[in-house]
């Protein structure tokens, strides 16, 4: 079955860069969607398709995808960024709708 | 705006049953498939269930499969997560979703219902 490992956590300073990654087996083949989930609220889209942005996720907010792994950026982070983010993937062979194990964005 | 409501959670014992709502509003929700997904306090999200916006084609979490069971009713704008053979590790927060226009994205989520089972 499809596994998509993501670091833990990833703690970054305000105003620089963070970035989680996504990683499985030939992620790159199939489109990746990204999830932010603040502390006590429902997880909301900010990446579809690799590199799409919803109507109203900053521009700071940015993926990409090549390989074995995708990679969410966030630059210039703020304070209001701290959440945990999650990939996930249609797996079109299992019919299974497959999440990464999470990434915690602690901004220092 | 898009709303979507879950509710039917509460607290059961091992081996029983919950039948879970989703409510729906602010789009054609005919047309568009509808998740469950689950997520036990503070861990990680889990998938449990698709279903396509006619109701032709449903999809399980192999966790699940055996024991719960997706379905909707347009005429109503809901779907519905009928969780029979309870365990402990079902426990969970069950958010439902909205798919995008190619059944791969969740682009709206519900608020969530608390699902307990315990003796």
């Known amino acids: 079955s499809n596994v998509l490992t993501q670091p833990p956590s990833v703690s970054v300073a305000p105003g620089k860069t963070a970035s989680i990654t996504c990683g499985g087996n030939?992620?790159?083949?199939?489109?990746v969607h990204w999830y932010q989930q603040k502390s006590g609220q429902a997880p909301v889209l900010v990446i579809y398709?690799?590199?799409d942005r919803p109507s109203g996720i900053p521009e700071r907010f940015s993926g990409s995808n090549s390989g074995n792994t995708a990679t969410l950026t966030i630059s210039r982070v703020e304070a209001g960024d701290e959440a945990d983010y999650y990939c996930?993937?249609?797996?079109?062979?299992?019919?299974?709708?497959?999440f990464g194990t999470g990434t915690k964005v602690t901004v220092l | 705006q898009v709303q979507l409501v879950e509710s039917g959670g509460g607290v059961v014992q091992p081996g029983g049953s919950l039948r879970l709502s989703c409510a729906a509003s602010?789009?054609?929700?005919?047309?568009?498939?509808i998740h469950w997904v689950r997520q036990v306090p503070g861990k990680g999200l889990e998938w449990m269930a698709f279903?396509?916006?006619?109701?032709?084609?449903?999809y399980y979490a192999d966790s699940v499969k055996d024991r719960f069971t997706i379905s909707r009713d347009n005429s109503k704008n809901t779907v519905f997560l009928q969780m029979n053979s309870l365990r402990a590790e079902d426990t969970a927060v069950y958010y439902c979703?909205?798919?995008?226009?190619?059944?791969?994205?969740?682009?709206?989520w519900g608020q969530g219902t608390l699902v307990t089972v315990s003796s």
């Open positions: 979703a909205k798919d995008g226009v190619a059944d791969d994205i969740l682009d709206y």
């Open positions: 030939n992620i790159g083949g199939k489109s």
């Open positions: 398709y690799d590199r």
């Open positions: 996930q993937v249609w797996d079109s062979s299992s019919r299974h709708y497959v």
């Open positions: 279903i396509r916006f006619d109701g032709n084609n449903k």
């Open positions: 602010g789009f054609t929700f005919r047309s568009y498939g």
